[in-house]
């Protein structure tokens, strides 16, 4: 696709419930991203992606927390017996190859989010 | 990573030009400064970013002094639809892992009024 995709946008889960949201980056992109947005504040990050490696976790609130890139193209973040504080936007982001060229700038590419709200 | 510092909330009218000021005391030297924008229900988008004095592409222009200790955002003639929330990230030009993580803070709420 055009641009980074992510789904569900909305998820509403009882507390305890797990939940999968999905990420498709754009085609090519090497690195993927995952970030918490509580509402009101700035994007958090979670983890990071190169590839199929998972090279930053340090972000992951806790081990409920799990994100893997079993092909190195889409990614899936999962969260295990969810609870209220969890409710919040996850915004996934992919960037251009690693290592393109002195005008490779680093951008991220963002998707739209997916809403989780836990009762 | 250098910690960054901006005011929470900014105020305009339409066809002002707003500036932006960022303060990152601690920038290092393979450091860039990159600005996002966010509007309500949308993931940040890519705006503009530099390394020193000035940057100017179609939507706004980056002014960064020799110190690099700070860096100001201008949007000229901003509108209605700038209203958004804007981000000032510093940090390397190409991620690494290992902790090469980015972080957004919370950033500018710019509210431009007629």
């Known amino acids: 696709g055009a641009g980074v995709s992510q789904s569900p946008r909305y998820k509403v889960a009882k507390r305890g419930q797990d939940v999968a949201l999905r990420c498709d980056p754009i085609?090519?992109?090497?690195?993927l991203f995952w970030y918490q947005q509580a509402l009101g504040q700035g994007p958090e990050f979670l983890t990071y992606?190169?590839?199929?490696?998972?090279?930053?976790k340090s972000g992951l609130p806790s081990d409920r927390f799990f994100a893997e890139r079993p092909e190195g193209s889409v990614s899936t973040l999962k969260i295990q017996r969810t609870q209220q504080e969890d409710s919040a936007v996850y915004l996934c982001a992919s960037s251009s190859p690693f290592g393109q060229g002195a005008f490779d700038t680093g951008e991220l590419f963002f998707g739209e989010g997916s809403r989780l709200t836990v009762l | 990573l250098a910690k960054t510092t901006q005011p929470i909330s900014m105020d305009s009218y339409e066809g002002q030009e707003v500036n932006i000021t960022c303060s990152h005391n601690n920038i290092a030297t393979n450091d860039y400064i990159t600005w996002y924008q966010q509007f309500p229900s949308q993931g940040p988008r890519f705006i503009i970013q530099?390394?020193?004095t000035k940057v100017t592409n179609e939507v706004a222009s980056l002014f960064i002094p020799a110190d690099r200790k700070s860096s100001t955002l201008s949007l000229p003639r901003v509108s209605l639809s700038d209203t958004a929330v804007y981000y000032c990230?510093?940090?390397?030009?190409?991620?690494?892992?290992?902790?090469?993580?980015?972080?957004f803070g919370t950033g500018t709420q710019l509210k431009v009024e007629l």
């Open positions: 530099g390394y020193k």
């Open positions: 085609s090519g992109h090497v690195s």
């Open positions: 990230l510093v940090g390397p030009r190409i991620l690494t892992g290992g902790g090469n993580k980015l972080t």
């Open positions: 992606f190169q590839n199929e490696a998972q090279l930053d």
